[in-house]
């Protein structure tokens, strides 16, 4: 029954996916009839819907609602950019960070400068660098006698991505991309430190601060207050633009339990090098000189270095939580890797040109970025199938399609985005799918199987609504999951508010 629809397609001329409004002038299937149905909701008054289901072995046209037209997909992009980096980089592939120098070691000190070299590491966390400061105690090295030297040239030094928008600019989803950064705990948002706030010992009192990790690169400005028991937390953590100072404001209650904040930092290689300079000290190295950011020498001998997981294993944090940082890094890490170039243009056309390679008309769309955060990205419904579909025929798509969010799957680095999701309906660790979410955005895009066992892929996309569609595609998504062409199932809810759980997939409440 559903695969009728594509000779429907054939007699209409093309006509599925050209207008808003389902075709009336031929019959349509069950299946078609279901999903137009939940499309014809008033919250796409005055806003667009594309939606695609194709099976996914053969790559039939199953439903297309302006499957062609170009949207902005949000975080749907790190579908075209998660895929283009298991190929062009390969999922063996580890990111390192090196420690190296132009003077020799004599009698435990080096004579000159020390530098600290990335290539683009996003998982590199304190302890990393600790690490590199016990490789160099071992190999006998006790002062420095020079500068601490931060090395991010692998990159280029353009640090936000075209068209990120200013006011998102302090927080943990749109921190700089730099070649030597540095995360703070394994979430691994790379380029952020932690700010905790705890309330003082009484009404009135200044609230107590720390940094996660330690470092001197920040500099809070601390004017908040404790407040009585059971006031209201109106706790604000925001860095001045163009610097690092961060400022701490607000109140919290008497009693109440510490508050984590997120905040991004002003060129993330000097605070890499900060928390390295720390490691030093903490083995007994030390550093007589400033930290200062400069290129290595040619010819400097490797002292240390520190490896990264694979790139395999990054798609588990970078899909399940949406990382936007894991994604530019990939952008311009292939763009280093394959064009030498590290930079945003010459990764994305590594990007295109591997979506090209997978049957996507790449004449039709335009990448931006690589996480979607760009208001520029335009893509199709089409072209994301065609994405989905050609990865299935990849070496690695396994490790790929399980690091996708799982609907209704509890687990965080399991469900993602969309633990709680579509939950106790067939769709539940069935539904394998990329999420996506900006303001007047939202975007679901991946893999489902029917109740006859069928296998599907499938897209969608919403634009320009006032109130959030969210729940018609987790209708969609039930529906897909629940079809059967011998019974088709009872029609699916879609309810005017989303089902509990975060809106915003870059909300860290959830």
């Known amino acids: 029954m559903i695969a009728a629809i594509a000779a429907v397609a054939a007699v209409a001329g093309g006509a599925i996916g050209q207008s808003v409004a389902a075709p009336t002038a031929v019959s349509s299937t069950a299946l078609q009839q279901r999903l137009d149905g939940l499309l014809n909701d008033s919250r796409y008054d005055g806003s667009q819907v594309a939606l695609v289901v194709r099976d996914a072995t053969t790559g039939e046209t199953l439903y297309d609602r302006n499957g062609g037209e170009r949207l902005l997909p949000a975080s749907n992009t790190k579908l075209f950019t998660s895929t283009a980096a298991m190929h062009t980089l390969g999922p063996s592939y580890r990111f390192h960070t090196d420690v190296l120098a132009t003077a020799p070691v004599r009698g435990g000190k080096l004579r000159g400068d020390l530098y600290l070299k ?57 921190a700089q991309i730099s070649a030597l950064t540095l995360a703070p705990n394994t979430d691994y948002d790379s380029g952020t430190a932690i700010v905790e706030s705890r309330p003082g010992a009484a009404a009135g009192a200044p609230l107590k601060l720390n940094l996660v990790p330690a470092n001197g690169a920040l500099k809070l400005v601390n004017t908040a207050k404790t407040g009585a028991a059971g006031t209201s937390n109106t706790l604000t953590v925001e860095r001045d633009h163009g610097t690092n100072v961060v400022r701490v404001s607000g109140s919290m209650p008497l009693g109440a339990s510490v508050d984590q904040e997120w905040v991004t930092v002003w060129e993330p290689e000097l605070y890499a090098a900060d928390v390295f300079r720390r490691a030093l000290a903490a083995q007994g190295i030390s550093v007589s000189g400033q930290i200062r950011n400069a290129g290595t020498p040619a010819g400097a001998t490797r002292l240390a270095r520190d490896e990264s ?125 990329k999420t996506g979410s900006l303001t007047g955005v939202t975007s679901l895009s991946g893999y489902v199987s029917t109740k006859d066992g069928r296998k599907l892929v499938f897209s969608m996309i919403s634009n320009n609504y006032l109130d959030s569609p969210r729940s018609v595609e987790d209708a969609v998504g039930i529906t897909l999951a629940s079809w059967s062409d011998q019974a088709p199932p009872a029609a699916v809810s879609t309810l005017k508010k989303s089902a509990p759980g975060c809106e915003s997939e870059w909300d860290k409440a959830c």
């Open 118 to 174: 990335g290539y683009g590491d996003p998982t590199a966390l304190e302890s990393d660098y600790t690490g590199l400061a016990k490789q160099l105690k071992a190999a006998g090295v006790r002062r420095v006698d020079g500068n601490l030297i931060a090395d991010d040239t692998y990159f280029d030094h353009v640090r936000l991505g075209d068209t990120w928008s200013w006011d998102d600019e302090t927080y943990y989803y749109s």
């Open 309 to 433: 997981m694979t790139v395999g294993e990054l798609m588990t944090p970078f899909l399940k939580l949406s990382n936007n940082m894991h994604a530019e890094t990939l952008v311009k890490a292939m763009g280093a890797v394959a064009e030498a170039d590290g930079s945003w243009p010459a990764g994305l056309d590594v990007v295109t040109n591997y979506a090209k390679s997978l049957g996507v008309d790449t004449s039709r769309i335009r990448l931006s970025d690589g996480s979607g955060l760009s208001r520029k990205v335009n893509v199709t419904a089409d072209s994301i199938t065609d994405v989905l579909i050609g990865a299935r025929k990849e070496s690695w798509w396994k490790q790929w399609y399980d690091a996708l969010p799982i609907a209704g799957n509890p687990e965080r680095m399991v469900g993602g985005s969309l633990r709680s999701r579509m939950l106790n309906t067939p769709a539940v660790n069935n539904l394998h799918a």
